[in-house]
T-cell receptor, first 113, second 113 residues
Framework: DQQVKQNSPSLSVQEGRISILNCDYTNSMFDYFLWYKKYPAEGPTFLISISSIKDKNEDGRFTVFLNKSAKHLSLHIVPSQPGDSAVYFCAASAGTGANNLFFGTGTRLTVIP | NAGVTQTPKFRILKIGQSMTLQCTQDMNHNYMYWYRQDPGMGLKLIYYSVGAGITDKGEVPNGYNVSRSTTEDFPLRLELAAPSQTSVYFC????????????FGNGTRLTVT
């Protein structure tokens, strides 16, 4: 009963091109979504978030898009850099202050120089 | 600035043994969390605490206990280790203001054989 799904376990992209990571959720109570980046042997680090009152949020090279009707969000990285190579987790919660975050299974991004 | 520190980094336990995973943070965060990540899966919440003396169950609390006697420390106790508890354990802390402030430790990789 995975409430947050990342259906692509891995993605390879050439340096300088766009990376698009996708995430789907099933629980209509989720209204706050976050993306985390994780390097090997480290904990996840927060990347970017979006509230359900928005459909887009940008932070430098990172943009998150939210399609509430489709229960789908995506993370765009433009341009992709080799240092972006990591595992990316999508997470969702019911409220910005909720104590339980529901994580997807992650997508391993490899940016090829 | 150490952030969230977890010890040990690695541990192998025999079935039925007990151990405590240590987590300490130096950011004066009130909220602390324990997650586990099984291979190929997302992180799942085990227990959390909103302040010293206050703890509550997350999504997968069975087989674990926690305590929170100080703001800084949030140890996780396994009383009777089982193979199903083989996982990577992450501790996190955050400010009251929201999930995007969460900092994760680097994890403890536990194997129960």
């Amino acid at each position: 009963d995975q409430q947050v799904k990342q259906n692509s376990p891995s993605l390879s992209v050439q340096e300088g091109r766009i990376s698009i990571l996708n995430c789907d959720y099933t629980n209509s109570m989720f209204d706050y979504f976050l993306w985390y980046k994780k390097y090997p042997a480290e904990g996840p680090t927060f990347l970017i978030s979006i509230s359900s009152i928005k459909d887009k949020n940008e932070d430098g090279r990172f943009t998150v898009f939210l399609n509430k009707s489709a229960k789908h969000l995506s993370l765009h990285i433009v341009p992709s850099q080799p240092g972006d190579s990591a595992v990316y987790f999508c997470a969702a919660s019911a409220g910005t202050g909720a104590n339980n975050l529901f994580f997807g299974t992650g997508t391993r991004l490899t940016v090829i120089p | 600035n150490a952030g969230v520190t977890q010890t040990p980094k690695f541990r192998i336990l025999k079935i039925g043994q007990s151990m405590t995973l240590q987590c300490t943070q130096d950011m004066n965060h009130n909220y602390m969390y324990w997650y586990r990540q099984d291979p190929g899966m997302g992180l799942k919440l085990i227990y959390y605490s909103v302040g010293a003396g206050i703890t509550d169950k997350g999504e997968v609390p069975n087989g674990y206990n926690v305590s929170r006697s100080t703001t800084e420390d949030f140890p996780l106790r396994l009383e009777l280790a089982a193979p199903s508890q083989t996982s990577v354990y992450f501790c996190a802390s955050r400010l009251r203001q929201g999930l995007s402030t969460a900092h994760f430790g680097n994890g403890t990789r536990l194997t129960v054989t």
